[in-house]
């Protein structure tokens, strides 16, 4: 009797009509494939099943997130991911619908066959706990979002601490050919919007989507606002209040758990949004972005930081991605950034310059994962294996995506104008990135290292 995985790729190849750019190595211990491709581990028959019953990228991620499958030791990750990219970029995938007449010719007589007599056929297995149960409500309705928040960020600081590093900030940094390490790039990405925003003493700024406060500290001590930060999810604002505690800022930085619908204090000189958009979606942003014109004075600046997805071939629909959607950021929506700066216009705004980051978020994409790996231990103690897995593979994932141009990030500066249609900006953009230093009230520290772990940079 033939090996299981040459069985197994024998029948794979004659479903999908093409080759799989992957090796398999099946649960006795048998490998076939492609020589020298990476090298999948089906753990069990429950791989397959799952396989079976979501083709593609849905049942790839339930595998793996559920430990029926994994990689070969030796085998790279972000090596396996691009070729399951590639894979399913091709036009015979792409358009690949396997209906009853497909399984009932010969071809696909001989693979369902083989397919049986490995025990594949069965049940669809349960989805692993970490897939998220969808709240109920109306989209982006605030306890819907409240929902979909918490999945992602209330996992556990501590975790977030051996990801991120110390800085806890989590958008891309700003790789500066001074920034030799993840520590000074967030460094140096704080202080780049701390200077688009014309920040200086006594200026009232408002952060929405705050994270963990480290721009609210950065602006707060190296720039001398009064800064308000509002975020929906607990365990940010708890480590955000103990953060300003600790740094004396208190008197001059609040902490809100606070929906961004439900600001009303303005105005505000600046107000900055990084990394928050994303989880707007597309029926609430007009909200969003009226409602942030409406927080600011008149001259204020915003500062949009946001991740945007390529527009959509003509005709083509908008394919969301289900492992996103279901493991990551629930109920989370993209635009590309044309559609965001209309939307800004739209509100009021006046959009003054955009900034393209792509390949910026790569390299912090591949830090956090080298950061998660160096601390795997610690991090399945902490959130256990799955959810573990489920941050590796996105990250990794994501990190991929940014640098072969499928997403890419932008930080969007807008201002609303005076009453006789001023900026306020100076003529040239190299006049309003210098950083005025008369007006800071501290010099900007070096970034720290990583300690005993160079970076991947």
Not at 190 to 209: A, E, F, S, T
Not at 276 to 301: C, K
Not at 315 to 342: C, K, M, N, Q
Not at 382 to 387: A, I, K, N, S, T
């Amino acid at each position: 009797m033939a090996k299981l995985a040459g069985q197994l790729v024998e029948a794979l190849d004659g479903l999908v009509g093409v080759p799989v750019p992957l090796r398999v190595q099946a649960w006795d211990g048998s490998v076939a494939g492609p020589p020298g491709a990476p090298t999948l581990v089906l753990r069990n028959r429950r791989a397959l099943r799952r396989l079976l019953w979501q083709p593609g990228e849905l049942g790839l991620a339930r595998a793996y997130v559920a430990g029926d499958l994994d990689l070969a030791p030796g085998t790279d990750l972000y090596e396996t991911l691009s070729a399951v990219a590639r894979f399913a970029e091709l036009p015979e995938i792409r358009t690949l619908s396997l209906g009853p007449r497909d399984v009932l010719d010969a071809r696909g007589r001989r693979a369902v066959a083989a397919l049986l007599r490995v025990g594949a056929v069965g049940p669809e297995p349960t989805p692993p706990p970490e897939e998220v149960r969808r709240a109920g409500g109306r989209l982006h309705s605030r306890g819907r979002d409240r929902a979909a928040i918490s999945h992602h960020y209330d996992v556990g600081n501590d975790f977030y601490g051996l990801v991120l590093g110390p800085s806890m900030v989590y958008s891309c940094a700003y790789w500066t050919p001074g920034a030799k390490s993840l520590e000074a790039a967030q460094e140096a990405k704080l202080d780049l919007i701390c200077r688009k925003l014309d920040l200086h003493p006594g200026m009232r700024l408002l952060d929405v989507g705050c994270g963990w406060g480290s721009l609210l500290l950065h602006a707060a001590e190296h720039y001398g606002v009064t800064a308000v930060g509002v975020s929906i999810s607990r365990e940010q604002v708890a480590l955000a209040r103990a953060r300003v505690e600790e740094a004396g800022l208190a008197d001059r930085v609040e902490v809100r758990l606070q929906d961004y619908r439900e600001i009303t204090d303005g105005p505000f000189d600046a107000v900055s949004s990084v990394g928050m958009a994303e989880h707007v979606g597309a029926e609430q942003y007009r909200v969003y972005a009226e409602g942030l014109y409406r927080l600011l004075a008149p001259g204020g600046r915003l500062l949009n930081h946001q991740i945007a997805r390529r527009p959509d071939h003509p005709g083509e629909p908008h394919r969301t991605s289900p492992f996103i959607d279901r493991y990551v950021f629930p109920d989370g929506e993209l635009s590309p950034v044309g559609s965001t700066v209309a939307r800004l216009e739209e509100a009021g705004f006046e959009v003054r310059d955009v900034e393209a980051l792509r390949e910026h978020y790569g390299l912090t994409l591949r830090e956090w994962v080298a950061n998660l790996e160096a601390h795997w231990t610690e991090a399945v103690r902490l959130v256990g294996l799955g959810r573990a897995r489920v941050w590796r593979l996105y990250m990794a994932a994501s990190a991929l995506a940014f640098e072969q141009n499928r997403i890419g990030v932008n930080q969007i500066l807008a201002v609303r104008g005076t009453e006789q249609g001023g900026s306020g900006l100076p003529p040239t953009r190299e006049e309003w990135l210098v950083r005025p230093a008369a007006e800071v009230t501290a010099a900007t520290p070096v970034g720290t290292d990583l300690g005993d772990r160079r970076s991947v940079r």
